[in-house]
């Protein structure tokens, strides 16, 4: 099939039928070849305008040379994307493109794309397989891998969706090279973020010796993508539907997104790994008010977020008042009865979850940060 190297990390076999996360480089020329297994020999490819155009033509070439027959349907760049509007539209193309349910969807592009092809997927006749081709770090660490599809409401992010996992994710890292240094330092702070849960050494080699990847070094990046994809499946594993440990994933989420919702998703001057990252130093300069970590871990984590060039402040993202960064977490959907629900930490690589945030503090935290 292709004569480079690649790392595959199993997924699931537990609650949901296992799959196969296969990351390395040249996949995208070699993918109709491992998607052709999946499917009758026909499937849609949902990707954005901008990658449609740059890696639309290689993974069509690759399908057509494998003996799949596929068309490209194109949306939007951009978080708009994630919405009911463009969720009808791309269900009646499909329809029109009269797929069954022995075809298959193909997600190309980043986390937007992946989030709205998934949940097309399973809606579609009640749900049909899908395949997730990540182009953005951002999707490869995080989005592509286990299952979790949703659109954006005016009310918040993600909050319709469903759990749909996917039959394959084909992680290539040469399209990483195609990014802007944003996208890639977006993707980073999710990277950052699995090693803060639960592995300090990851995390450690993340701000030393790996730290060339959130500047695009090749090895790096293969390396960091798949001890995240190995973290990430590990608890997704015990986890689908996020009922207990899967929580650890959100965390930096639940700051980040009430900064995204305030700022407006589809203007954010955030990308949403910058807000992720932002929420990572919220998170654990909050441990350290609450006593439960130590000021130095705070400040180790703040220095290689900041050398990563990612945001570690909250006036950094704009202005905001603390009762409506506060009324967007309580509408959160880790938030439980309406109790404010935060992903903490007692040191790096040891996150855990609160369901008994004392709002009253957690609002002079976010005033003594900068909020009004």
Known sequence: MTDLPVTVVPVGGGAFAPYDVVVGRGLLATAGQRIAPLTRGRTVVI??????????PALSASL???????????????????SFAELER???RLLEAGLDRKDVVVALGGGVVG???????????????????????LAQVDSSVGGKTAIDTPRGKNLVGAFHQPRLVLADIDVLATLPPVQLRSGWAEVLKHGLICDAAFFDWLSGDGAGGATGDPAALERAVVRSVEIKTGIVGE??????????LNLGHTFGHAVEAELGFEEAALAHGEAVALGCVLAFQYSARLGLCDPEEVETVDAAIAAAGLPTRLKQAGDFTADALIARMAGDKKAEGGRLTLVIARAIGDAFVEKTVDAADLKAFLQEQGAA
């Open 90 to 92: 791309l269900m009646d």
């Open 239 to 248: 986890d689908e539907k996020e009922a207990g440990r899967r929580a650890l």
């Open 47 to 56: 990707s954005d305008e901008t990658v449609a155009a740059i890696h639309g």
């Open 115 to 137: 989030d709205l092809a998934g949940l097309a997927a399973a809606l579609y006749m009640r749900g049909i397989d899908f395949v997730q081709v990540p182009t953005t770090l």
């Open 64 to 82: 057509t040379a494998a003996g799949v027959a596929n068309q490209i349907i194109a949306v939007p760049a951009g978080e708009g994307s994630k």
